[in-house]
């Protein structure tokens, strides 16, 4: 399976992984910014963070280090499968670090906290779709992916899987490690994982449509 056929090509994919276009540029920060807004609805529910954050608080507690330490390790260690995956760093890759980080920080400052038990199932539902399709469209870019991402992306591209199927056992794998390593899962936790792949699949197809 080509690259793209796991991520079309659209009219704002990029000539290189480095390349300044503006409107590849345009659309990757608007969808890392679209991801940035939906993890901090999802942060703000209080229903169970994604299952990395849940895998980096179970190292963190068995390590004695802080939670961002963990995760930043976690980053580091998913790169190194990047290699025999035959992936590259490229400008979305820098983009993911910052654009996501700046967003989710103004998103928990700014959104209104849910108080009813509905509103906070209608904060997960709503930053599952804007972290899925943010993922999604900021990958057509071809500028390069996050670290967990990027995973995703390689193994679709060298064992000719779905993306569903495979971002489905990645997230359910990492929520079954941080659990057992002490990480608190809860029942947003569970949402995501089974979700949020299907939902990236989805975009991507609707996406290849389009462009097509």
Known sequence: ??????????PWTAMSLWSLEWRSLAMLCMSLTIVGIGEGLLLLSDLGSAPWTILSQGISLQC????????????????????????????????????????????????????SL???????????FCFGVGSAIYLTCHQGAGPRDGLMVGLCQRFHWKVGIVRTCIEVTVCFLGFCLGGTVGVGT????????????????????FSR
């Open 64 to 115: 004695g280090i802080s939670v961002g330490w963990a995760s930043f390790f976690i980053s580091v260690i998913v790169m190194l499968f990047w290699f025999p995956l035959k992936l590259h760093m490229g400008l979305g890759t820098i983009l993911n670090i910052v654009v996501i980080a700046i967003f989710l920080g103004v998103t928990v400052k700014t959104a209104p906290l849910p108080v």
């Open 1 to 10: 399976m080509s690259k793209f056929k796991v991520l079309p090509q659209t």
């Open 118 to 128: 509905w509103s906070r199932f209608a904060y997960v539902l709503l930053g599952i």
């Open 190 to 209: 569970l949402i995501f994982a089974l979700s949020i792949g299907w939902t990236v699949q989805f975009t991507l197809a609707q996406v290849a449509r």
